[in-house]
C-alpha cells in the first residue's frame, strides 16, 4: 500500500522538514531541480534544446533551478516566465537571482517551437483556481507542440487534492514528483 498526500498534507510535511528538521527550502528547491534533472535524463530524452516555463511559485522555482543544472552542464536552456508581472515567491525570487548571476536565457514571450523538450513549471501543488487568461493558452501553446514535456511535481492545471482538471492542464510525457505522490 503506498500513502498519497493531499496538498495540505504535503505542504505541512515540507514545512516539517524545514523547522524541525532544519533543512531550508532552498536545499529542498535544489534537491527537487536534481530530481527533475536525473530523471530526465533517465529517459534519454532529446535535450538539444530545452525551454523551461516558469511559474511565480516556488514550482517555478524548482523549474529555474533545474534550468540552472542543465545550463551548466553545457546544454541550450531558455527560461520562460508564464506572468512576469506577478510578484515571485521568496524560494523563486532567490532562485532567479541565482539564474541571473549564471547568465541564463530569459525570455517572456515564446516565440518558436523548435525546442526539443519542454519542462512545465508552471503551477506546483498549491493551485486552487481555474487555469485562464495567458497562462491558459501558454499551457495550450504546450499542449499543440510537438516537443517532449515534463512537468514538475504534478502537471501544471491538476488539482492536487482531486486530480480535476482545472479549466486545462498540460498533457505531460513524465510527471517528477516529490516525497510522495500527491493525491491528484
Known sequence: M????????MKTCDKNTIETFGVSSEVLMERAALSVVRCIKEENYCLKRILVICG???NGGDGVAAARLFALEGYDVTILLADPDKKFSDGM????EIAE?????LIEEWEDDSY?????AIFGIGLSRAVEGKTAELIQKINDSKSRVVSV???SGISADTGQVMGIAVKADL????????LG
Not at 116 to 120: E, K, R
Not at 175 to 182: E, P, S
Open 2 to 9: 503506498q500513502y498519497l498526500v493531499n496538498s495540505r498534507e
Open 56 to 58: 511565480n511559485g516556488n
Open 93 to 96: 525570487k532567490r532562485q532567479m
Open 101 to 105: 548571476k549564471y547568465g541564463l536565457h
Open 116 to 120: 526539443s523538450l519542454i519542462i512545465d
Open 153 to 155: 511535481d504534478l502537471a
Open 175 to 182: 510527471t517528477v514528483t516529490f516525497a510522495y505522490k500527491k
